[in-house]
């Protein structure tokens, strides 16, 4: 109990939270995550969703946690394929894509003024999604030899599903990556770029913010390099054994984030 009263979540401003593993599984809200809405509401804490999956659009977002019973408005999410969208209206305005992908992708990228392009497009766009198929990475990879530039809307490798785990982005875009010898670029966590943005939509410095996930690989470490604390919780892909494996850890590990809520009350009552 004491490493938990290291961290003073109460002087904290700003949470950036990812959802996947953390807030839900699937379709399965977890432990703790009603109480520790309510606390950041009650509070008056800044707080942001940020999510790695590019497959839904922040109405679809709130949409599900409504189904759950959360009340969380539209503007509390910043996704990986929102952070795609302002890479490629900030790196090449009105720019034209092949995208792989459902709604959230293309939403985010139409919403840039960014249009789409099947015969000689400027980028390549990948996300996570159902219309991912052989004849569709055999498109990519031709139009990625015929100098298409390679974007991966995120890195993660794997996701947590309610039965085990999905292949996600990285994993989605390595075949066309190893076909044409091209490396992608990754748009999504641990990119600094959408911490950044992520910080600036929060209205916080990183001293004063806190991340949230339950990954080492993308939220710990974009937290950390972001300049933020940490906190590692074990409800999704880490356990206590993946610390091992990292040559850095979280401010703090937790089991969910409703233990949040719980060193917020032990801090103020030990101090």
């Given at each position: 109990?004491?490493?938990k ?17 953390v ?7 977890l432990?703790?995550v ?5 606390w950041l509401?009650a ?7 940020l999510?790695?999956n ?9 949409q ?10 539209e ?8 952070a795609?969208?302002?890479f490629?209206?900030?790196q ?7 995208a792989?992908?459902e ?21 390549v766009?990948?996300?996570?999604g159902r219309t ?9 990879t ?6 298409a530039k ?6 993660d ?11 996600a982005c ?6 066309i ?5 091209t ?5 999504g966590k641990?990119?600094p770029?959408m911490?950044?943005?992520g910080?600036?939509l929060l ?8 991340m ?6 993308t ?10 604390s ?26 969910g ?15």
């Open positions: 109990m004491e490493e009263c290291l961290l003073d979540f109460n002087a904290k401003k700003g949470f950036i939270c990812d959802m996947d593993g807030i839900y599984h699937g379709n399965k809200i432990p703790g009603v109480e520790f809405i309510q509401q509070e008056n804490k800044r707080f942001l969703f999510t790695n590019s497959g839904y659009t922040p109405k679809e977002l709130h599900k946690l409504a189904r759950m019973g959360l009340d969380v408005s503007d509390h999410f910043y996704t990986s394929a929102l795609t969208a302002a490629l209206k900030e090449a305005p009105g720019c034209s894509v092949f792989i992908g709604a959230g992708l293309l939403n985010a990228l139409y919403d840039a003024d960014i249009t789409m392009n099947e015969v000689n497009p400027d980028y766009v990948v996300g996570e991912y198929s052989m004849e569709t990475l055999t498109k990519a031709n139009l990625v030899m015929g100098g390679l974007i991966g809307a995120n890195s490798v794997s996701g947590p599903i309610e039965n085990g785990i999905a292949p990285r994993a989605l875009t390595a075949p990556e190893m076909a044409t010898g490396r992608a670029y990754f748009c641990p990119n770029l911490m950044r943005t910080l600036r209205g916080c410095h990183s001293g004063e913010a806190v949230v996930g339950d990954r080492m690989d939220d710990v470490i974009s937290g950390m390099e972001s300049g933020m940490t906190v590692l919780v074990l409800s999704g892909v880490s356990t206590p054994e993946t610390l091992k494996e990292y040559a850095y850890r979280p401010s703090i590990v937790l089991n984030v409703g233990d949040i809520v719980a060193a917020a009350h032990s801090y103020v009552v030990g101090h």
